[in-house]
């Protein structure tokens, strides 16, 4: 009981402490990132559970801001081999478990 | 009306011919063919109009009347009513099936219709004949155009055939051509038939198409390709937590980093700025050493050979002249923390700056300046943290050692051109943990690299050795060998190299040796605040002085632990220094802006000179002489340094008696002090 117990509160701990978003990998602008990062953020946390509106709801949003042919993957676990288009490209963790990619490719 | 008229006119007509039958029967038969051919289309010359009168064509049965009956009135009256129009037509009303009277009825007759074949211009049927004679022949539309203005001229017969007018038209026409086009221009414009046309169409030469065509380079492109899973994910994050617990460790380092920088930038700026003119650097600054000379001409005249005369009529007192004053401006809000001179080039001195106020530290600045120009600093170094205490090698007058307000020491090569110094401690070489307080250079030692010693208020005694490009540093004795010491002044033995007293924060001065660093060879219990400075004298190998935070000045026999003299200056002491030229002169600066001049051959128990030299208010912090000549500079807490002429009473020699050559030399100096102490040793041993 008191390992588990124990890895509960690791879990929670682990959850805690890696709430905040991370980025992996970017070649954006400064202004672009911070802007995209939020956005991501934004959307993770209002389709907490659906990858997919969340992803629908960032990739519309990039298309506005930013021009069109954004393409965004959100998930748990995925790999992935893109072509981007340089200065347009953000790899980052989000809740300590979900891996968001948004680039843009036209 | 116009029938009476035409009466009378008839009257006199008939009257005319038959006077003109009876009275001119010659002319008769002339007459009356122009009669008939004026009758026939009665064109009439002005002549013969005049001449002959109308005649009036009388029907043959026409009643003659007389004239009563002519003047007979005969009352008519007209209506509209026709008497012959039936007054009872009745007609069957189907309406209300039965035949009905209707009450109205036609009025008019009509007795002649003729229909004209005249038209409107502007009509209809006038537009449409002339739309289809315009087109099948230009002429007759001309013609009809013509035509139908004419009416308004004088020529009779316009009613018959339109042959007969085209003709005549033709005739008119030829006498008066632009009357016509005129006319013909002023019309409105024609009408087309806009059914009959012709279509006719060419085509130029087409240029032969060419195709051209260029693409721009599509956006860079990049490829990149992750794995995303949780494992990756958790790695990542604990990394990055254990980066930000790092930097959280680093940030007290960052903020000074940044300012680095920022300095850095600033050198950068300054270094680019002065890159055009490197190449007249020398010169300019011969120019400005000019300029400088000649504007302080009279402080350079002061300087050599003002001599005060008044000094002649007072007994003892001297005064001091101030001199050049040197300042910078970056350099204002930094209060002056050390003076050296530079032993080789004498007009040449370094200045420490930076602050004493451990809630104020920030920046510090390294001058040197020279006599020769006491407007600019000669070189400027800008520092993070505060200079603490400047020396100047003896021999090699380029190499600068320096300690800063964060523990660390450094040694600025003044012949590199570079902002940065050439050896600088580091938390990895045993750099002090507090405030450096003093550094000096020594001797070079049996390797003959450069080295210097340097106090800090860690408690710790340093060497530092220049090998090559680092400072090794070696400890010497740490002063906390009994209780938490910490040191604030240092000085080494003129003669015997090893030894050195050092004075602390608590007010005792320890004399040690370079070779024992686990003992003190003695500890005297000068004063009961810190030692602000300690000094060997120049010329005496036993005599010290040192003075303190709690006003007092005391000069000690190394040999003995009791002062040998006491000063009280009423003012917390900064700083004290023996006088080069003599055993027993020695000066004093104080908190309250004074400076105290002693000469102890001449007065044993109060200053020649005590002279306020800076505003109120401005603490003064350090005094030095300068090796030869007979000034003194004075640095205060606002960064400014003066300069200033000891008065002839204060440097004054034994008189020379006549006829007796005074011997010269070290030994005189050293035998006036120690016929001081002799004196004192005696009265104390007395009273002991």
């Known amino acids: ?106 | 009306m116009p029938v009476p008229q035409k009466h009378a006119a008839v009257k006199t007509t008939q009257e005319f011919n038959t006077r003109a039958q009876s009275k001119a029967p010659v002319a008769k038969g002339v007459k009356v063919i122009g009669r008939k051919k004026d009758d026939d289309d009665r064109i009439d010359t002005g002549e013969e109009e005049w001449m002959q009168g109308k005649t009036l064509v009388k029907p043959p049965d026409q009643l003659d009347l007389t004239e009563a009956e002519l003047k007979e009135e005969l009352t008519r009256i007209l209506t509209a009513n026709n008497p012959h129009a039936p007054q009872n037509i009745v007609r069957y009303n189907f309406k209300e099936s039965c035949y009905k009277p209707i009450s109205s009825v036609d009025q008019m007759a009509v007795h002649f219709v003729l229909e004209g074949n005249l038209v409107h211009k502007d009509s209809h049927e006038a537009r449409r004949q002339v739309a289809k004679q315009g087109v099948t022949e230009d002429m007759i539309v001309e013609d009809v155009v013509a035509e139908e203005e004419k009416p308004d001229t004088p020529v009779t017969g316009q009613l018959e055939g339109g042959e007969d007018m085209a003709e005549g038209e033709d005739g008119g026409g030829e006498e008066r051509p632009d009357s016509v086009d005129i006319r013909a221009g002023k019309k409105e414009q024609k009408l087309t038939n806009q059914f009959n046309f012709s279509e006719r169409a060419s085509q130029t030469l087409n240029n032969p198409p060419r195709e051209r065509s260029c693409q721009t380079r599509p956006p860079p492109r990049a490829h990149f390709s992750s794995t995303a899973n949780q494992w990756e994910i958790y790695d990542f994050y604990v990394e990055e937590l254990q980066r930000q617990e790092k930097n959280k460790e680093k940030q007290k380092a960052q903020p000074s980093k940044k300012e680095e920088d920022k300095i850095k930038k600033k050198m950068i700026t300054v270094e680019t700025q002065s890159d055009d003119i490197t190449k007249i650097t020398k010169v300019s600054k011969i120019i400005e050493h000019m300029v400088n000379q000649n504007t302080f001409d009279d402080v350079a005249q002061d300087f050599r050979y003002f001599e005060d005369a008044s000094d002649e009529f007072r007994e003892q007192e001297g005064t001091l002249l101030p001199l050049w004053k040197f300042q910078y401006d970056r350099a204002k809000r930094l209060s002056v923390t050390s003076l050296c001179w530079n032993k080789k080039h004498k007009d040449f001195f370094a200045v420490g700056l930076g602050s004493y106020d451990f809630t104020k530290q920030g920046h510090g600045m390294l001058l040197f300046n020279s006599l020769k120009n006491p407007t600019y600093p000669e070189f400027i170094f800008t520092t993070l943290s505060s200079v603490m205490c400047v020396d100047i090698h003896e021999n090699l007058s380029y190499l600068v050692a320096v300690g800063f307000y964060d523990g660390c020491v450094a040694v600025y090569n003044l012949k590199e051109h570079s902002d940065q110094p050439a050896y600088m401690s580091t938390a990895k070489t045993g750099k002090h943990t507090d405030p450096v307080w003093q550094v000096k250079w020594q001797k070079d030692d049996l390797d003959s690299n450069h080295n210097f010693f340097s106090v800090s208020s860690d408690g710790r005694v340093v060497s530092w050795t220049l090998v090559k490009n680092e400072l090794v540093f070696t400890d010497i004795i740490n002063l906390s060998l009994d209780s938490t010491a910490c040191g604030t002044a240092f000085d080494f033995h003129k003669q015997i190299d090893y030894l050195f007293l050092v004075g602390t924060l608590d007010g005792k001065i320890h004399k040690c040796s370079k070779s024992y660093s686990s003992q003190f060879l003695e500890t005297y219990d000068a004063h009961n605040m810190a030692v602000d400075a300690v000094r060997w004298n120049h010329h005496h190998p036993d005599v010290f002085i040192s003075c303190s935070t709690d006003w007092k000045v005391k000069i000690w026999d190394h040999t003995i632990t009791t002062p040998m003299f006491t000063f009280d200056l009423n003012a917390a002491v900064g700083d004290v220094v023996w006088g080069p030229y003599s055993s027993t002169v020695f000066a004093a600066v104080t908190n309250d802006g004074k400076i105290h001049v002693f000469d102890l051959s001449i007065n044993k128990f109060e200053a020649l000179c005590q002279q306020a030299v800076v505003a109120k208010k401005t603490k003064l912090s350090h005094i030095e002489f300068n090796p030869v000549h007979p000034i003194l500079i004075v640095g205060d807490d606002r960064g400014y340094v003066t300069s200033l002429k000891l008065s002839p009473n204060l440097r004054k020699k034994p008189k020379e008696k006549k006829g007796q050559e005074l011997p010269k030399g070290p030994e005189v100096e050293i035998d006036k002090m120690e016929k001081l102490l002799s004196l004192l040793r005696e009265s104390g041993s007395n009273q002991a």
């Open chain 1, 1 to 106: 009981m008191a390992e588990t117990a124990d890895s509960k509160k690791d879990e929670a701990d682990y959850k805690r402490l890696h709430s905040f978003p991370l980025i992996r990998h970017t070649d954006m602008s400064e202004e672009m990132r911070v802007e995209t990062m939020e956005l991501c953020v934004t959307a993770c946390e209002k389709f907490a559970t659906n990858n997919e509106s969340a992803a629908k709801m960032i990739k519309e949003s990039m298309d506005k801001k930013f021009g069109s042919s954004w393409h965004v993957v959100i998930g748990e676990g995925f790999g992935f081999e893109i072509t981007h288009e340089v200065k347009n490209l953000l790899y980052m963790f989000f809740g300590g478990s979900l891996a968001v990619c948004v680039w843009k490719c036209s």
